[in-house]
């Protein structure tokens, strides 16, 4: 006989998915992105041991006037990469082998590799999640990495049988590098790192963090997710990539969704020895998923340096208003080096959630250490008045 549980009765066990709940697309994707979503008794989505995510049940949400929940650059594509896209889309009946070898080559050299150390992707998530299915695919070994942090990778492991050593950040909310080198076992095959952190926005000291991949990569793969970096105005960072010639055992991910603006393009590689590429080229192919049109869109991109420029001064310059205003409205916010900014609130995250929804702002509402907080992204200048303004309104 079949028993039917009800959704109180799941919710206390702890089985209630979101598979038949009317969210947010987003929500199974991004920073936290999982197939399968699991609810907490309070109805929040269990994202770690440390955090949780509010959502609202609502398909009827009011038009969307100002997206500030998936840390999109709000500025691309640049012109040029659409130009790409529009001369190139007429040879999209064709693979685009030889091209995207043309693209290595180029990545290659920017970062001062050969083309034998990049493997390209549509998107970096889809690398992390790539490296996570083939280390763990045998259903042992754990991967070590901070709690809070990007969620794809370790998501991925977790559900072909890997455990999870989750390190809490430390006070300043970078990686507590001494925790992380100390959880290392016999039984870890990979440590991931994600910096600038996401969805915390803050950074760890590059020096530091050059000195822990440099030792610890010595006993384990360690995999670096620098899809901020670029936007670290004022920050002691520096990639890990360096670390390749000196035959170190680091894998580093970098993406054109953030500082280049293609998000929807999808375009990523990492970076990493020859014979670790090989390893996961045994099981997947890289590059497989990216398209013509955006192999054209992503070399045009590297070349604009202006819209680089462009796109960091104008987020910096948002999110210095940002902060103005939260420090008016005495929120106490992380200070980040990326895109976005995560700051506790005085209410509940549904009620933010529902209060933003209402005026036509996206944001994210997260429990962190049993407080709420909410993460905005860096939109326009005008996007981040509507913020603050929708803000000032509902404290």
């Known amino acids: 006989m079949n028993q039917k549980l009800n959704r109180r009765d799941l919710l206390k066990s702890g089985l209630m998915t979101l598979g038949g709940l009317a969210v947010a697309p987003h929500l199974t994707a991004g920073a936290f992105g999982d197939s399968s979503l699991t609810l907490d008794p309070e109805q929040r989505i269990y994202r770690s041991p440390m955090v949780r995510e509010y959502f609202l049940d609502n398909t009827n949400a009011p038009k969307i006037v100002a997206k500030l929940n998936a840390n999109e650059n709000p500025y691309g594509p640049p012109m040029s990469a659409r130009k790409a896209v529009a001369e190139s889309v007429e040879r999209g009946n064709r693979y685009a082998w030889q091209e995207m070898y043309d693209l290595i080559g180029k990545i290659a050299k920017k970062e001062g590799v050969t083309p034998e150390h990049i493997m390209m992707g549509p998107g970096s998530s889809d690398l992390l999640e790539k490296v996570a299915l083939v280390l763990f695919m045998n259903g042992k070994g754990n991967v070590v990495s901070a709690d809070p942090c990007y969620m794809s990778l370790v998501n991925v492991a977790k559900t072909v049988g890997a455990s999870w050593k989750a390190v809490p950040c430390t006070s300043d909310w970078s990686h507590d590098l001494k925790a992380m080198e100390a959880a290392v076992d016999s039984e870890t095959k990979l440590v991931y790192i994600c910096n600038p952190n996401n969805p915390t926005g803050s950074i760890t000291s590059g020096k530091e963090l050059l000195d822990f991949c440099s030792r610890v990569s010595e006993k384990v793969p360690i995999f670096v997710d620098e899809a901020y970096i670029e936007l670290a105005v004022g920050a002691d960072t520096q990639s890990m990539v360096s670390l390749l010639a000196q035959k170190k055992n680091v894998i580093v991910a970098r ?52 819209f680089q420029v462009t796109t960091r001064k104008l987020n910096h310059e948002a999110k210095l208003y940002l902060y103005e205003n939260l420090d008016k409205m005495g929120y106490k916010y992380i200070p980040s080096y990326t895109n976005f900014v995560i700051f506790p609130i005085g209410m509940s995250g549904r009620d933010l959630l529902s209060k933003m929804s209402a005026k036509g702002i996206g944001v994210r509402a997260f429990e962190i250490q049993n407080k709420p907080w909410c993460r905005v992204s860096i939109g326009t200048m005008d996007e981040m008045k509507l913020f603050v303004g929708a803000l000032q309104q509902i404290s």
């Open 255 to 306: 993406t054109f969704s953030k500082i280049m603006g293609m998000a929807g393009i999808r375009v990523g590689y990492m970076a990493a020895q020859p014979e670790f590429l090989a390893q996961i080229q045994k099981i997947t192919r890289g590059g497989m998923g990216i398209s013509y049109t955006s192999i054209f869109a992503a070399s045009a991109s590297m070349d604009d340096t202006e």
